[in-house]
C-alpha cells in the first residue's frame, strides 16, 4: 500500500497574508471577510492574518511575489472580483490575475491561493461573495491545506 498525505485545514501558529484587490470593493471586502471567517475557524489568530489591499485585480500578483519575498506567511490568500463590461477588458485583467497569481506561487514555493471572482454581471459577482457561496473562503480553504500539504512534503 503506498504512503499517502493528506492535507488538512490546520491555521495555529501559522501566519496567512489575504491580497485583496480595491476594484469592486464592496464585493470584494465580502470575500476578505470569507476569508477571515474560515482562517479564524480553523485557528489562525488575528493578529496573524495581514489583509494587503491592491489597486485592482491586475495588481494581485505583484503583491503576492512581495509578501512571498518578506518569508512570514504560509500561505497567500488572493481575492478580487473582475465583472464584465462594454469591452473585453475584463478577460484580460482576469487573465492576468490567474497567470500572475499562479507564476507567484510555482516561482516563490508559498502557496498562493486563487479566490478571484470573474462574472459577466454585478449579480453573478454578488452570488459568488455571499453567506452560500464565498469564494474567498473556498480560497482561504484551499491555502490552509497547502500550506499543511507542504509542511508535510518536507
Known amino acids: 500500500m503506498p504512503k499517502t498525505i493528506r ?3 490546520k491555521g495555529l501558529g501559522r501566519r496567512f497574508a489575504i491580497v485583496a484587490s480595491m476594484f469592486n470593493e464592496d464585493i470584494v471586502k465580502r470575500l476578505v471577510d470569507g476569508a477571515v471567517k474560515v482562517l479564524t475557524t480553523h ?3 488575528d493578529e496573524d ?3 494587503a489591499w491592491a489597486p485592482g485585480a491586475f495588481e494581485l500578483p ?3 511575489r512581495r509578501l512571498t519575498v518578506a518569508g512570514k506567511y504560509a500561505a497567500i ?3 478580487g472580483a473582475v465583472i464584465k463590461g462594454e469591452t473585453r477588458h ?3 485583467v482576469a487573465k492576468a490575475a490567474a497567470r500572475g497569481i499562479a507564476e507567484v506561487a510555482r516561482d516563490s514555493g508559498v502557496p498562493c491561493t486563487f479566490g478571484v471572482i470573474w462574472a459577466l454581471n454585478r449579480k453573478q459577482a454578488e452570488e459568488r461573495s455571499g453567506p452560500e457561496v464565498n469564494r474567498g473562503a473556498e480560497a ?4 490552509l491545506e ?3 500539504l507542504f509542511i508535510k512534503l518536507t
Do not use: L, S
Request: hydrophobic share 60%; with cysteine.
Open 7 to 9: 492535507p488538512e485545514p
Open 43 to 45: 485557528g489562525v489568530r
Open 49 to 51: 492574518i495581514v489583509v
Open 62 to 64: 505583484a503583491v503576492a
Open 77 to 79: 490568500v488572493c481575492v
Open 90 to 92: 475584463d478577460e484580460i
Open 140 to 143: 482561504a480553504e484551499a491555502a
Open 146 to 148: 497547502m500550506a499543511d
